[in-house]
């Protein structure tokens, strides 16, 4: 085999290799409880549209995935029902700085899963609202592995290590892609930069990597990357926090 087929099989064998999906988007949007990007979220009857505990005014829904449209492996890691991603991105004042919205968990970002039943609730939505792209697929892409830096890591914890070459080559050629993708590994733009979960300290596992200008016209910070993440103990918490 190729010293590329031997990193390979090494980390397959250490359990580091991971399936990845590629959204398929189209314009626009159909129903409230389908997956999407921005548009109408669903929310309970008679709820309000989410506001940032920062300012006080609605915050941008980012990101809705049904679970039950989700390939069947990440179903067994997202749950049930509808995850939700709400980020405030007021610059008057400038609650992602104020509330250091990068970090897990911030004031002005709201990451949570809801159980529908029934219509839901009636509203207009908040001006400016970014416009909604429909996630109509999910287009499986190449098996992913970790960064050099989490496979050293995650590889030491099996008394295993990377050679230099093995480094440079995961580098180059193995490492996770960028762009907006379910599941597969994170593209850190610094470090790992897992959240830990508020009640059991456990790492959580991202789930969706949001990337800057791409279905969404936002910027994380100068060009970075966001990711959402959910607790394997406790599937009610959820973050997201991103990296530039």
């Known amino acids: 085999m190729s010293e590329l087929e031997n990193l390979q099989s090494k980390l397959k064998q250490a359990g580091l290799s991971r399936s990845v999906w590629q959204p398929f988007i189209e314009a626009g949007e159909k129903h409230r409880t389908e997956s999407k990007f921005s548009g109408k979220a669903w929310l309970h009857t008679e709820e309000n549209w989410p506001l940032c505990q920062h300012c006080q005014t609605p915050m941008q829904m980012m ?7 989700l390939p069947a492996e990440m179903q067994t890691i997202a749950g049930t029902g509808l995850i939700q991603l709400f980020y ?38 908040p001006e400016k609202s970014f416009p909604a792209k429909r996630i109509i697929g999910w287009e499986a892409g190449s098996e992913e592995y970790p960064s050099p830096e989490e496979a050293m890591d995650l590889l030491a914890e099996q008394d295993a290590v990377l050679s230099d070459g093995e480094y440079d080559l995961l580098l180059e050629e193995l490492g996770p892609a960028a762009g907006e993708k379910l599941g597969g590994w994170p593209a850190w733009a610094q470090g790992v930069e897992y959240p830990s979960c508020p009640h059991c300290k456990v790492p959580m596992q991202v789930i969706f990597q949001l990337d800057s200008d ?12 966001g990711h959402l993440s959910v607790c394997k103990k406790h599937p009610d918490i959820l973050a997201f926090g991103w990296a530039c």
Not at 63 to 69: H, I, P, V
Not at 114 to 125: K, Q, R, S, T
Request: charge should be negative.
């Open 88 to 125: 405030c991105i007021n610059t008057d004042p400038f609650c992602a700085i104020d509330c250091e919205a990068w970090y897990p968990f911030a004031k002005s970002v709201l990451a949570r899963r809801v159980l529908p039943d029934g219509e839901g609730a009636e509203y207009v939505l």
């Open 63 to 69: 990101l809705q995935l049904n679970c039950a449209d």
């Open 214 to 225: 791409q279905n969404l016209p936002h910027s994380w910070g100068d060009m970075g990357m």
